[in-house]
T-cell receptor
């Protein structure tokens, strides 16, 4: 059963520490999205990649966040340094331009910065 | 720019009653519309989507939605609520087909009363 896999599922870290979240998209999907979910802001698009190239990262705070796709099977989202306001659930989703358009979501990484 | 408004952050219905979750969108181009469901501590799962063609769309778990261009709406309905329908529901819009970025509404939490 194909699915998007995110690790870790939960992360508690201290303010100032680096955080790395990983995502394995569904095999064959050429588009990867990073969303952040908070109670106040809902679901926000942080960045997305097409064929491993960044298409749009305008939703991402550039000073501390970075997103990369080292290869087609791995996407990473890093926060350095982390701050309490970064506490949220981070979702990775993948999709294919050859399909009808929906994105398939992972189960998310719940990040708590204390 | 595209946007989605979900009317009602919380909806409560009795088991067996009609479920109606409202979604209105704003789009400068013909939209592609989606409903996702999120169960506690899970990622988002696609319920149904409208791309082109028939305006009444049937999805999983007995849900359906109707695209009404004149009203810029895409309301989600289910004739008879089940306890297992309790979850958060998100309406989303994208500009074109094929794994494009989704703009989400704020979500509606559905509670089912026994």
């Amino acid at each position: 059963d194909a699915r998007v896999t995110q690790t870790p599922r939960h992360k508690v870290t201290e303010m100032g520490q680096e955080v790395t979240m990983r995502c394995q998209p569904i095999l064959g999907h050429n588009t990867v999205f990073w969303y952040r979910q908070t109670m106040m802001q809902g679901l926000e698009l942080l960045a997305y990649f097409r064929n491993r190239a960044p298409l749009d990262d305008s939703g991402m705070p550039k000073d501390r966040f970075s997103a990369e796709m080292p290869d087609a099977t791995l996407a990473t989202l890093k926060i350095q340094p982390s701050e309490p306001r970064d506490s949220a659930v981070y979702f990775c989703a993948s999709g294919s331009t050859g399909k009808s358009g929906e994105a398939f979501f992972g189960q998310g990484t719940r990040l708590t910065v204390v | 720019a595209q946007s989605v408004t979900q009317l009602g952050s919380h909806v409560s219905v009795s088991e067996g009653a009609l479920v109606l979750l409202r979604c209105n969108y704003s789009s400068s181009v013909p939209p592609y519309l989606f409903w996702y469901v999120q169960y506690p501590n899970q990622g988002l799962q696609l319920l149904l989507k409208y791309t082109t063609g028939a305006t009444l769309v049937k999805g999983i778990n007995g849900f359906e939605a109707e695209f009404k261009k004149s009203e810029t709406s895409f309301h989600l309905t289910k004739p008879s609520a089940h306890m297992s329908d309790a979850a958060e529901y998100f309406c989303a819009v994208s500009k074109i087909q094929g794994a494009q970025k989704l703009v989400f509404g704020q979500g509606t939490r559905l509670t089912i009363n026994p």
